[in-house]
């Protein structure tokens, strides 16, 4: 290796020799002879010195050139910092590759800021109006975010102008997924299930907190509809909604795990859990494995004291094909018919019936409301809701006591008699009936009476009532000539009746 590269440094210094003695003369020459004596001496005891292990083993391989290798295809990348440049809204870039065949986007912007503008790589803009007169797109649009979908968008590179959320930048939503802890096979009814789950975009985490106004995440139990169970042909049952809010069971909000909490107050028998995942744009399911819900596990059964003498006795067992009896743990509160509430805890565990006193002192309606936490046979802790239990109790009947001596049954005294009966009182529908009459007076006079000065107004000289007044007044004359006659004709015949009666008294007296 040495005398090669003696042997091109010679050749090289020759050829540079020679030229210069075409042009410089003997002085050039001899200023290139004390440098080619230099290199001569100096470039081997380099070439020595440079040389490591670590460079031998790159000389012994060749080198690949990166950009020779071929990299995955991302259809969407958001542009470094050397596309930046000074005017903030231009930082949200990106590009699209030419094989895209659709996008669906998300831009985070401040609470009612107005909606983005797209910029094409060829400097045409896309604004939310454009969603009415473009199939290639769709725009959905919130006082927080903006979600596009581009069918067959422009390849290059994009930007997006708006108030955007510092650090959301854009959001590519390629295959939004709900990654949830599995549910056990095995559950019952009423149990209490904390379920986690991680929202995943393309198969990367999302935990910018804004998207979880985006999405809805929910779960539903579709039926099996196997009719050796009770949940035959009851479709789908909805059970919980995954939340980030740090309420509930969620331990810590807006940190990217949801949480839902199942109370299965259902049925029992076959069901297939469905995770659905509904944005405004498109809805998404997760099918998983069938699972099988039991009827409640936890067994109560009364004994009511029928002596009153003593309380009330309420024993709780478990089904032992499903829970170990000595993992029963119970919290609750019995409310008495006397509106007193009593706190119920039982914390030991032994594998005893659990036994709960019920205090006897009062008659009516009780009311028991308990919460189990045990074990199930394949070690898995379970909360179980159990249905509130009532039972109700009467007070004794009342029994007349008859004396030693005999006597005769005192019968008991008829109050009935002294008890006049009480006058129907005024009740509500009468009021009704009284405001709907005043109501019907008031509407019927106030229409005549707008009914007469309208016609007034438009017959000055002829109105209703003018006419109906001379009626009256021709009514009344043609009255007064009857009586008149009828006065006359009485007053007629009086008189004719006393002349006969005078000259009837003329005639005896001249007999």
């Known amino acids: 290796m040495k005398k090669n590269h003696h042997k091109h440094s010679g050749a090289l210094s020759h050829k540079v020799t020679l030229a210069c003695l075409s042009r410089a003369g003997r002085a050039c020459?001899?200023?290139?002879?004390?440098?080619?004596?230099?290199?001569?001496?100096?470039?081997?005891?380099?070439?020595?010195?440079?040389?490591?292990?670590?460079?031998?083993?790159?000389?012994?391989?060749?080198?690949?050139?990166?950009?020779e290798v071929k990299q995955p295809t991302v259809p969407i990348i958001e542009l470094g910092n050397e596309f930046q440049n000074s005017i903030e809204f231009l930082d949200n870039r990106f590009r699209i590759d030419n094989d895209v065949e659709e996008v669906t986007m998300i831009f985070f912007r401040e609470a009612g800021s107005s909606p983005i503008v797209l910029v094409r790589p060829d400097g045409s803009k896309v604004f939310l109006e454009d969603d009415d007169r473009n199939d290639m797109l769709r725009w959905y649009e919130t006082e927080t975010y903006d979600m596009i979908s581009l069918k067959k968008p422009m390849p290059g590179p994009w930007q997006a102008v708006g108030q955007i959320l510092p650090g959301s930048r854009v959001m590519i939503i390629a295959d939004i997924t709900l990654n949830a802890e599995p549910i056990p096979t095995n559950i019952y009814s009423g149990e209490i299930i904390k379920?986690?789950?991680?929202?995943?975009?393309?198969?990367?985490?999302?935990?910018?907190?804004?998207?979880?106004?985006?999405?809805?995440?929910?779960?539903?139990?579709?039926?099996?509809?196997?009719?050796?169970?009770?949940?035959?042909?009851?479709?789908?049952?909805?059970i919980a909604r995954f939340q980030d809010n740090g309420e509930g069971l969620d331990e810590v909000a807006a940190d990217g795990i949801f949480t839902g909490q199942f109370?299965?107050?259902?049925?029992?028998?076959?069901?297939?859990?469905?995770?659905?995942?509904r944005t405004p744009m498109y809805n998404r399911e997760q099918v998983n494995e069938t699972v099988i819900l039991h009827p409640n596990p936890i067994k109560l059964e009364l004994q009511v004291d029928e002596t009153n003498e003593a309380a009330h006795r309420l024993f709780v067992s478990v089904d032992t094909q499903h829970i170990k009896l000595d993992s029963l743990l119970l919290d609750g509160r019995i409310r008495r018919p006397n509106g007193e509430?009593?706190?119920?805890?039982?914390?030991?565990?032994?594998?005893?019936?659990?036994?709960?006193?019920?205090?006897?002192?009062?008659?009516g309606k009780y009311r028991i409301k308990l919460t189990a936490f045990a074990e199930t046979v394949d070690n898995r802790d379970v909360i179980i809701d159990v249905p509130e239990y009532?039972?109700?109790?009467?007070?004794?009947?009342?029994?007349?006591?008859?004396?030693e001596e005999g006597l005769e049954r005192t019968e008991?005294?008829?109050?009935?008699?002294?008890?006049?009966?009480?006058e129907p009182g005024w009740s509500e529908a009468d009021t009704i009936t009284?405001?709907?009459?005043?109501?019907?007076?008031?509407?019927?006079?106030?229409?005549?009476?707008?009914?007469?000065?309208?016609?007034?107004?438009?017959?000055?000289?002829?109105?209703?009532?003018?006419?109906?007044?001379?009626?009256?007044?021709?009514?009344?004359?043609?009255?007064?000539?009857?009586?008149?006659?009828?006065?006359?004709?009485?007053?007629?015949?009086?008189?004719e009746e006393g002349d006969e009666s005078q000259i009837n008294k003329e005639t005896k007296s001249g007999s």
């Open 29 to 67: 020459a001899s200023s290139l002879l004390i440098i080619l004596i230099f290199s001569f001496f100096s470039l081997p005891l380099h070439a020595q010195e440079e040389r490591t292990p670590d460079l031998d083993s790159l000389l012994q391989r060749p080198v690949v050139d990166e950009s």
């Open 195 to 238: 379920q986690t789950a991680v929202l995943e975009n393309n198969g990367e985490k999302v935990d910018f907190s804004p998207f979880r106004d985006v999405v809805t995440l929910s779960i539903d139990f579709v039926s099996n509809n196997n009719p050796n169970f009770e949940n035959f042909g009851l479709g789908s049952r909805s």
């Open 263 to 277: 109370n299965l107050g259902i049925p029992s028998g076959e069901w297939r859990p469905t995770f659905s995942i």
């Open 341 to 363: 509430s009593q706190k119920i805890a039982l914390t030991e565990t032994n594998p005893n019936i659990k036994e709960i006193e019920i205090p006897n002192d009062s008659f």
């Open 390 to 403: 009532t039972f109700a109790t009467k007070a004794p009947e009342v029994v007349e006591l008859v004396s």
């Open 412 to 422: 008991p005294l008829d109050v009935s008699e002294f008890i006049q009966p009480s």
């Open 434 to 495: 009284i405001v709907i009459s005043i109501n019907l007076f008031i509407v019927l006079f106030g229409s005549i009476g707008l009914f007469l000065i309208i016609n007034k107004r438009n017959n000055p000289d002829d109105y209703i009532m003018q006419r109906m007044q001379q009626a009256a007044l021709g009514s009344f004359g043609k009255i007064k000539t009857i009586v008149s006659k009828k006065l006359t004709k009485v007053k007629s015949e009086d008189s």
